[in-house]
Structure formats: structure tokens, C-alpha cells
């Protein structure tokens, strides 16, 4: 069966400090990945996507970044992180196909203090 | 761009009885229609898939509904349990690009023992 691993599970940071958080999926080849962020009360916002090694799509113009270094492997990170990128970082994976579901980790909660 | 709304931020119901939670969207019908459950802290869980040309989908207690004309879809939970309380969001993936999903911001749904 497959499974997301998304870690750490939560994590305060100062302002201007970088930021990575990884996600890993095991038990499938050639995922659609996606990294999204939910604020307090408020639906998901997608971020990033990615169909395959090395490619990535923006959903949001900001200043995070998306990199998928292995198949299975994506990754968010920050060179400098603003307060308003506090929220519930939620990475997920989908089998190729519009029908596909989604299916989700459990999530990173970021405080930016 | 395309509007999701949920009826409710949030729906209390007593045990046993019925609950019906509606996604209302405006603009294109999507191709599928996803409903997912999330608890508090926890990534979303995909329950249930419907097409634009089904009307109906089941499965155990849980009943999903699509009606294109009303740009609308019903999400029923059957003799309700405390155990079914938590938020739930619909999400809409159309046929172009990536199986990207809009999510709604999802109602909260409280089981009252």
C-alpha cells in the first residue's frame, strides 16, 4: 500500500530564517505531487504541483519554493520566511488522471514568529 | 475564477439522524466532484468520487449527489455518529492540465450523543 511521510510535524521559525520541509511517498511510481497551505478557517490553497522529476508548477506567486529532487521526493523551502507564512503545510499525492483522488499527509503546522 | 461554497462554516445534528452538507459552485461544471474528511490537525481523507454524468454515488452511510443544472452537490451521512464529526470539504478537478482540485473551505460537522 502506499504511504506520505511529511515531517516535521510542527516547527516555529523566526522571521527571515530559510525553511525546508520534506515530503516522501512510498509504494508508487511517477506521482503527481502537491504541496498546499491551509490558514486558520480557511480551504486549502495550492502552492506547488509537480508531474514529474525536476518539474514544477506555481500556483501562487510568493516566497516559497518547490523542488522534487527524486521521484518520490518533494520539497518546500524558503530562503527567508515573511509572517504571513504561518499556516498548515499539507503535502499530497495523486495517481496520474483527473479522476484521481488525492491523498494527503498529516500536515506541518509553521508558526513565524 | 471559479467559486466554491459549502452551505456552512459549521453544522450541528443529533446522533441517528440525517446530515446534509451542500457545495454549491459557480462557472464550468467540473468533471468530478471529490469529497473529503478532515479532523482537526490532520491531512484530508478522501470518502467518496462523483462524475458529472452520475447522479447519484453510495457507499456504506455516505450518499453524494451532483446536479449540474443547479451547480450543485449534496453530501449525506446517514444515521449520523458522534464518530462522523469533523470538517468536511468538497473539491472539484476538471479534465485540462495536471488533476489539480479546487477545494471548498469545508463545513464542520458536529454529532451530538
Known amino acids: 500500500s502506499q504511504t506520505i511521510h511529511q515531517w516535521p510535524a510542527t516547527l516555529v521559525q523566526p522571521v527571515g530564517s530559510p525553511l525546508s520541509l520534506e515530503c516522501t511517498v512510498e509504494g508508487t511510481s511517477n506521482p503527481n505531487l502537491y504541496w498546499y497551505r491551509q490558514a486558520a478557517g480557511r480551504g486549502l490553497q495550492l502552492l506547488f504541483y509537480?508531474?514529474?522529476?525536476?518539474?514544477i508548477s506555481s500556483e501562487v506567486p510568493q516566497n516559497l519554493s518547490a523542488s522534487r529532487p527524486q521521484d518520490r521526493q518533494f520539497i518546500l523551502s524558503s530562503k527567508k520566511l515573511l509572517l504571513s507564512d504561518s499556516g498548515f503545510y499539507l503535502c499530497?499525492?495523486?495517481?496520474?488522471?483527473?479522476?484521481?483522488?488525492?491523498?494527503f499527509g498529516d500536515g506541518t503546522r509553521l508558526s513565524i514568529l | 475564477s471559479q467559486k466554491i461554497e459549502q452551505n456552512s462554516e459549521a453544522l450541528n445534528i443529533q446522533e441517528g439522524k440525517t446530515a446534509t452538507l451542500t457545495c454549491n459552485y459557480t462557472?464550468?461544471?467540473?468533471?468530478?466532484l471529490q469529497w473529503y474528511r478532515q479532523d482537526p490537525g490532520r491531512g484530508p481523507v478522501f470518502l467518496l468520487l462523483?462524475?458529472?454524468?452520475?447522479k447519484e454515488k453510495r457507499k456504506e452511510r455516505l450518499k453524494v449527489t451532483f446536479d449540474t443544472t443547479l451547480k450543485q452537490s449534496l453530501f449525506h451521512i446517514t444515521a449520523s455518529q458522534p464518530a462522523d464529526s469533523a470538517t468536511y470539504l468538497c473539491?472539484?478537478?476538471?479534465?485540462?492540465?495536471?488533476?489539480?482540485?479546487?477545494f471548498g473551505t469545508g463545513t464542520r460537522l458536529t454529532v451530538i450523543p
Open positions: 509537480s508531474v514529474g522529476i525536476g518539474q
Open positions: 499530497a499525492w495523486s495517481r496520474q488522471g483527473a479522476s484521481q483522488p488525492q491523498h
Open positions: 473539491a472539484l478537478a476538471y479534465q485540462t492540465g495536471a488533476n489539480n482540485l479546487f
Open positions: 462523483i462524475r458529472e454524468n452520475e
Open positions: 462557472n464550468y461544471s467540473p468533471a468530478y
